[in-house]
């Protein structure tokens, strides 16, 4: 009798089941943040493991504005479950594109 990692209705058990990478959580991150706030994520700041999933902060183009140097950024702390599925999000900070502030 062979030895499986699967249930008896095939799916895989809960202990065994495969979990996301980096990269795919990084992307699914952005992607997921863009389509609830409409904004487009321009870059992952930082990135980290935590207890139950993934802390990231993902700098968004909230307002774009000519010279491209005054349009609006804002900096989102995502959260996200093991699994890659975002549970939380909030806005740390906006700014604009051309000025740098030594705050995080």
């Known amino acids: 009798m062979a030895n499986t ?3 008896p209705s095939g799916n895989k058990s809960k202990s065994q089941e495969e979990l996301p990478g980096a990269m795919d959580v990084l992307h699914g991150a952005r992607a997921q943040l863009a389509e609830l706030t409409g904004m487009t994520a321009e870059s992952v700041s930082s990135f980290e ?3 139950n ?3 990231l902060r993902i700098e968004v183009l909230e307002l774009a504005r000519v010279p491209d140097t005054m349009s609006l950024l804002a900096s989102y702390e995502v ?3 093991r699994h ?3 549970t939380g999000y909030r806005r740390l900070r906006r700014y604009e594109r051309g000025r740098a502030d030594g705050n995080p």
Do not use: I, M
Request: charged content about 35%.
């Open 5 to 7: 990692s699967e249930n």
């Open 49 to 51: 493991s935590a207890e």
């Open 53 to 55: 999933g993934w802390v």
């Open 79 to 81: 959260e996200l479950d």
């Open 84 to 86: 890659g599925k975002l």
